[in-house]
């Protein structure tokens, strides 16, 4: 099992930045690739960011691409999503996640995650 635990999470005004972060714990030898997706009230899940465990080739959706940055620390227990230049529409529940790669639907399904956190808030005010 992988423990997931997010922080960092706030409100901010629009152009602003937050980073949030996720301390991975647990059997962490088993994940191939760390993920944040974020989910609005009423709205489906999305993936935002996705990166290999070894902290290489990073993919990211086009709504956040160039304003969002996703990394992993050298130790790889931290994985973290540094936003800037946040929009209103960037506001949501952020989740990490994590998948043992034993299930593949894309680099930013949610299908192909296989742990996920409790999530931390994300309000950007215009």
């Known amino acids: 099992q992988v423990q997931l635990v997010e922080s960092g999470g706030g409100s901010v005004q629009a152009g602003g930045s937050l980073r949030l972060s996720c301390i991975a714990s647990?059997?962490?030898?088993?994940?191939?690739?760390m993920a944040w997706f974020r989910q609005a009230p009423g709205k489906e899940r999305e993936g935002v960011a996705r990166l290999y465990y070894t902290g290489r080739n990073p993919v990211y959706a086009d709504s956040v691409k160039g304003r969002f940055t996703i990394s992993l620390d050298n130790a790889k227990t931290t994985v973290y999503l540094q936003m800037d230049k946040l929009k209103p529409e960037d506001a949501a529940m952020y989740y990490c996640?994590?998948?043992?790669?034993?299930?593949?639907?894309?680099?930013?399904?949610?299908?192909?995650?296989?742990?996920w956190g409790q999530g931390t808030q994300v309000t950007v005010s215009s």
């Open positions: 647990g059997n962490t030898n088993s994940i191939i690739y």
């Open positions: 996640a994590a998948s043992r790669g034993s299930l593949w639907d894309g680099d930013l399904s949610p299908r192909t995650y296989d742990y």
